[in-house]
């Protein structure tokens, strides 16, 4: 689809990022998850092209031989990657494509795609995301320590991207993400196309 939007989003882990998500996703029907390609397993739960693709490591680097990915990128010692073919997918479906990237991700895709709304999601304080890391009780100390050190580091990236919601509250986040992607619908730029299919004459006289 010509000038459809692509949203990207990204997020430390712990903003929330993963529930925003599948707020919009189960709430309108415009929208489809984009699946990322991974070599890490899968958890409890996540079902194999639903959450991602799982893959092997030779599997993925065939895949990054073959040139499959639009971006790909290393993230906590395991690989992940957008393909080209997913984006065919959705699109070809008739829908926007929402892709959950890290900022390796984000960076990647701001140089390489079209159309792309860059959202970045933030807690609302450190002291916030650290208690929300240690309240989902599925992290070691040390593991919690390195994803806080980790979240200090890409919250200095938000420059990459257009817009930043502050998740202090998820309706609120939700409801904000849905409005910053009906904006980027109405801008000038994208319905320019629309208008020049009007026709008529030139008219200076009204
Ligand atoms: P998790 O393993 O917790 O599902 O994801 C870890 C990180 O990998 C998250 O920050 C997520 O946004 C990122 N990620 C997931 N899929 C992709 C992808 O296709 N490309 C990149 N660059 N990052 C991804």
Known sequence: MKNSIRVVISAPSGAGKTTIINR???KNNNFRFSVSTTTRKPRRGEI????YIFVTDDEFRNMIRNDDFIEWAEVHGHFYGTTKKEIDRI???GHIPIFDVDVQGGRALRKKLDNGVFIFIIPPSIEILEKRLRNR?????KNIRLRLKNAI????????YDYIIINDQID???YRLESIVAAEQCKK????SIIST???EDDNTT
């Open 24 to 26: 919009l996703l189960e």
């Open 91 to 93: 699109e070809e479906g």
């Open 198 to 200: 009007f026709g008529g």
């Open 137 to 141: 009780k599925t992290d070691s100390e």
């Open 172 to 174: 609120d986040a939700v």
């Open 189 to 192: 730029e994208r319905i320019r």
């Open 48 to 51: 194999n092209g639903e959450s």
């Open 153 to 160: 580091k890409e919250l200095k990236e938000f420059d990459i």
